[in-house]
């Protein structure tokens, strides 16, 4: 018999949105299971080991605004899984922390899943209606019953999800979901023979050129020998996604190479990010899509809503879980 599960509130996603929803929903008393189709933890809070370097090859570092967000940072770097890295570096001095995560960026994500049920490696299928509440299928062949759910899939994905079930959500909802857009971008993780030309604090963004971005993962305090992480643009990324990926990755360590110093690569990896960073947001901190409709409750967070990066995710996931909260009977 495939095996199923039963919860209150079924998260889709084990990024920075589910888990900070998932926490503000467990500490409310829901039941709540996580589920992501990833190896680890984090979404696009991603970090790879290639032999002896480590490297963060998602995002890079993360700002602090909001007053409760500012006090989740306090909390992280007190449990060691958080720091300060930088706030200024050469040629763009302007005062405001940028944070790490400790050892890597996924560290945070590892720590706000400490008391959640997440299951990993496992992709939702599909998801339909069952009665009053929610029926998700899963790739494993197994079945998530849910009195509500919280999709925080890349937009477009969770367009496709809400697709499989056939669930129309209200006309503007849709328009507003479709609306949405990001860029994608290609990483390229090297290793290399010795220390960069990148100066303290190990990190470069580039207005021009098909390179945004160098992280020197050495210099970060991420990785134990020399090894860099390169972003290439996303206008660079759009035109060369599909490509060989290698070569591609080839032709960002060649444009990189005045940052590399005397430093030759040995290894690279490449990963591509198809859904990188969103371009266009939606005005909302998230989207409850069953309000006003006869829907089980049903919301959507992530990036696209609260902001454009890791501190919006928080805050959609937050924002998510308090819409859920307020729609239980
Ligand atoms: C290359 C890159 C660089 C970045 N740099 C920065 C930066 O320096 N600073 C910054 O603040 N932000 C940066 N960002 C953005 C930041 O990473 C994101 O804003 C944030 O991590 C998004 O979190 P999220 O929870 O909204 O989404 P995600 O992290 O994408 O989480 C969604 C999760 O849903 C899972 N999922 C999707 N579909 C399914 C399914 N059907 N079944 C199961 N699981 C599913 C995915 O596996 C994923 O783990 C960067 C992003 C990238 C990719």
New binding site residues.
């Given amino acids: 018999m495939p095996i199923s599960h039963n919860t209150d509130v079924l998260i889709?996603?084990?990024?920075?949105?589910?888990l900070s929803a998932a926490n503000d929903l467990r500490q409310a008393g829901r039941k709540v299971l996580v589920?992501?189709?990833?190896r680890g933890l984090?979404?696009?809070?991603a970090g790879r080991r290639i032999g002896d370097a480590t490297f963060d090859?998602?995002?890079?570092?993360?700002?602090a605004r909001e007053s409760r967000f500012k006090a989740a940072v306090e909390g992280w770097i007190k449990a060691g899984v958080a720091e300060e890295w930088y706030s200024s570096y050469p040629g763009q001095p302007n005062g405001h922390p940028r944070y790490r995560g400790v050892p890597t960026m996924t560290a945070v994500a590892k720590f706000l899943a400490t008391d959640i049920h997440v299951m990993r490696t496992?992709?939702?299928?599909s998801i339909g209606q069952q009665g009053n509440g929610w029926l998700a299928e899963l790739d494993n062949g197994e079945t998530v019953n849910a009195k509500a759910m919280l999709i925080?899939?890349?937009v477009p994905?969770t367009i496709d999800?809400l697709a499989t079930g056939n669930i129309t959500v209200p006309t503007d909802k849709q328009a507003r979901l479709n609306r949405i857009q990001y860029e994608s971008?290609i990483?390229v993780m090297a290793i290399l023979d010795g220390p960069t030309a990148i100066e303290s604090p190990g990190a470069i963004a580039l207005e021009d050129g098909p390179i945004a971005w160098i992280t020197d993962n050495l210099q970060k305090g991420v990785s134990k020998i020399p090894a860099v992480t390169i972003?290439a643009s996303g206008e660079f990324s759009a035109e060369h996604l599909s490509h060989d990926r290698m070569e591609i990755g080839q032709r960002l360590i060649d444009a990189a190479g005045v940052y590399l110093g005397d430093a030759k690569v040995t290894e690279y990896q490449v990963h591509g990010?198809r859904?990188?960073?969103p371009t266009i947001v939606d005005d909302a901190p998230c989207i409850l899509l069953s309000e006003a409709t006869d829907l089980p409750p049903l919301a959507v967070?992530?990036?696209a809503f609260a902001g454009?990066?890791?501190?919006?995710?928080v805050q959609?996931?937050w924002a998510a879980a308090k819409a859920l909260m307020n729609t239980s009977k």
């Fill in positions: 889709i996603g084990a990024g920075l949105a589910g589920i992501d189709k990833g984090g979404g696009r809070l090859h998602g995002a890079q570092f993360f700002t496992t992709r939702v299928d925080t899939s890349p994905q999800l971008c990483a972003h990010w859904y990188s960073k967070a992530g990036d454009p990066r890791f501190e919006g995710a959609s996931g």
